[in-house]
Structures are given as C-alpha cells and as structure tokens.
C-alpha cells in the first residue's frame, strides 16, 4: 500500500452529526476536555486543541508520533490494528498493551467520555527536535 492510499483504519460506524466529548491527559499531567465530530481521528482533535500530538506524517499512518495510549475497556473495543499500524507502533516510545496510532483511531460516540492519555514522549525519526505544524 502506497503512503497517498493510506487512510485512518478505525472507521466510525455511524457520525449522524454527533459530537463526541474525550478527556486528555497530557505530558504535564494535566487535562483538557476536547469535542469534535465523530468521524474526525484523534489526531486532528488534537490538533484543533493544541494537544501536544506530533503527527510528523501528517495522519498517513507512516511514523508513530501521534502515538497514544487508551483505556483497556476502550481498546478492546476498537478493531485490530492494520500490519501498517503495528509496524509504526513498534517505534513508538513507551508501547503499551493499549497502544494506537492517533491518526488511525476514529471518534465514534461509544468513545464519548473516555481519557486518552499522550505518552511523555515521542519519537521522530525524521529530524530530531522538529515539531510538525497541522494543516
């Protein structure tokens, strides 16, 4: 699969307008409250928030930077990871048993209310040091 087919793989079931309110806990320990559209992914939340989530790839799922790590009863209930996103999450800094890419998880309203936490930190192979700015 080429980078430009790439799409997030946790597709939401149904958006029908409705918004879904997350909590996150961030590097610093503190939270932030988030509401978007179901359907928008995780990483574009965090980006809409100034939520310290990377996304050097842009949401294509070709690096781990938006890597985040989610409640077990939440995580259990998403599908399986692709190979892509497996492969990815295997650079990701401080991996988890509840680990995801942010860029491959979908707000859908059975996630309504559940804390995401960022992990303390990131690793991009790129360049070190750079912080990619969304679009």
């Not at 939270?31 to 990377?54: K, N, P, W």
């Not at 998403?78 to 890419?101: I, N």
Request: include cysteine; proline fraction near 5%.
């Amino acid at each position: 699969m080429s980078w430009q087919s790439r799409r997030p793989l946790c597709r939401a079931m149904t958006t029908d307008g409705k918004n879904v309110t997350v909590v996150w806990r961030r590097r610093d320990g503190s939270t932030v409250s988030t509401t978007a559209a179901a359907g928008t992914s995780l990483l574009r939340v965090a980006h809409q928030y100034g939520i310290e989530l990377e996304g050097a790839c842009e949401g294509v799922c070709a690096c781990s930077t938006c890597h985040v790590i989610l409640p077990e009863n939440v995580y259990k209930t998403l599908p399986d990871a692709s190979e892509d996103e497996e492969d990815m999450l295997d650079q990701a800094f401080g991996l988890t048993p509840t680990s995801r890419l942010g860029c491959q998880v979908v707000l859908d309203p059975s996630l309504e209310g559940m804390t995401i936490v960022v992990p303390k930190a990131t690793r991009n192979m790129a360049v070190d040091g750079y912080v990619a700015k969304p679009h």
